[in-house]
Each structure stands twice: as C-alpha cells, then as structure tokens.
C-alpha cells in the first residue's frame, strides 16, 4: 500500500528556516513526480513546489529563490528546503505523488497527512 509521511515542520519567526521532508514507502519515488501543496483556511491547495519524474523543478513565482526541492533516491524521500520564510507561507504542507507526473499543474494522486508550518513573529 503506497503511503507518504510529512514530517519537519514547525514554528519559526519571519527569516527562518525549515527543511519539509516527504517519505515514501510502499513505492519508489524515483519515477514519480512529487510536490508540496500548501492549504491555508478558505484557499485550495496550491502548488508551490515540485520536482517531475524527468527531475525538472518548477516552483511557484512566490518561492523563487526562498525555497529547493530535491530527491534523494536512496533515502526515498524528496525534500522542501525553505529559507528567508514569511507569514504568507504559513499552512498545512501537503505532499503528493503522481507515477511519471510533470509539474505541479496535473492532478496527483497518493496523499500525505501533512504537517504545519507557521511563520510568525
């Protein structure tokens, strides 16, 4: 049974750091497309960072330059490294997993149960 597990989030004041970790057993991440999705109260989850099969990145304008995503294949787990956040990232982070998945924009289908960032000061 495919299952994902988030874990590394927490608090941190604006500046900071945190690095997301996306663990997989059940499958191997190395064919598969894998981002994070952000949900915050009264918006849907948003694409904000993921790495595709072919390994291309993509993130999202607002994370530009603040935010890395990288797979470790050996460890099956991808990676969400966040520097200088902000109060605007503040959610529940979600990682998702779509077999030969390209991007963000297609829909993904293994779920994990998310884990909480809150930047505040």
């Known amino acids: 049974q495919p299952h994902i597990v988030e874990s590394g989030g927490g608090s941190v004041q604006p500046g900071g750091s945190l690095r997301l970790s996306c663990a997989a057993s059940?499958?191997?991440?190395?064919?598969?497309?894998v981002g994070w999705f952000p949900q915050v109260p009264g918006k849907g989850r948003l694409g904000i960072s993921c790495?595709?099969?072919?390994?291309?990145?993509y993130h999202a304008e607002s994370v530009q330059g603040r935010f890395t995503i990288a797979r470790d294949i050996a460890k099956n787990t991808v990676y969400l490294q966040m520097d200088n956040l902000k109060p605007a990232d503040t959610g529940v982070y979600y990682c998702?997993?779509?077999?030969?998945?390209?991007?963000?924009?297609?829909?993904?289908?293994?779920w994990g149960q998310g884990t909480q960032v809150t930047v505040s000061s």
């Open positions: 790495i595709s099969s072919d390994e291309s990145a």
């Open positions: 998702a997993a779509r077999r030969y998945g390209l991007g963000c924009l297609q829909e993904y289908d293994s």
């Open positions: 059940g499958f191997t991440l190395d064919t598969y497309a």
